[in-house]
């Protein structure tokens, strides 16, 4: 069963946010819905949504300060909606970054076509990218190998170059013991001038940035006597 995707309307006259309410409903979103723009803003805060619908004219907080904000942490598609017909205001909330501009009156089954194609233009931009950039992902732990960063829990962390390419490398080849030596061969090459107590700070540094309890690490473990292997 497929997820339902979240959208979030933020627009004051309560008629016609019910309206869009009901028929994204009907066509299997799920649907949340604010009715001033301060209201409107702490949501997109609080709670992350696949689709944005948001009325120009709101009190407190209007809909291009939302808009803005929005694009300032996500790339998800924003649809702005007013009454308005000027062009000005057309070419601002689209500078600012929203995906498209429906002018009132409209047809609820217009905005439904409407977020169901930018819905789709935007998977399907996603599901290039990720094809593009090889990932790794193991409980929570996100490694971007294409553009070298690393997350944990959606939070990124800065690695450097021999962090990043250690753990790339033990979590690329998961449940395999490797020694010291091994891995210090495999990412400072033989050539490298140092010893192998390298490995363990590094190790060290690795657990500091992505472990909850560096004590219990439920990623890098340490095997005794062996070396260190990446758990699944």
Known sequence: MSVKKK???VEDEESIAELEKDYLEMNGYEV????NGT???SR?????FDLYIL????PGVDGFDICQSIRERFDKPVLMVSAKKDDEDKIKGLGLGADDYITKPFSPSELVARVKAHLTRYERLIGKSQEENEIVEIRGLKIDKTARRVYVNGEEKVLTT???DLLTFLASHPNHVYTKDELFQEIWDMESIGDIATVTVHIKKIREKIEYDTSKPQYIETIWGVGYRFKV
Do not use: C
């Open 7 to 9: 959208i979030l309307i």
């Open 32 to 35: 949340t819905v604010e009715t």
């Open 39 to 41: 209201a409107g803003l």
């Open 44 to 48: 997109t805060y609080e709670e992350e």
């Open 55 to 58: 009325d120009l004219m709101l």
């Open 162 to 164: 021999k962090e990043f």
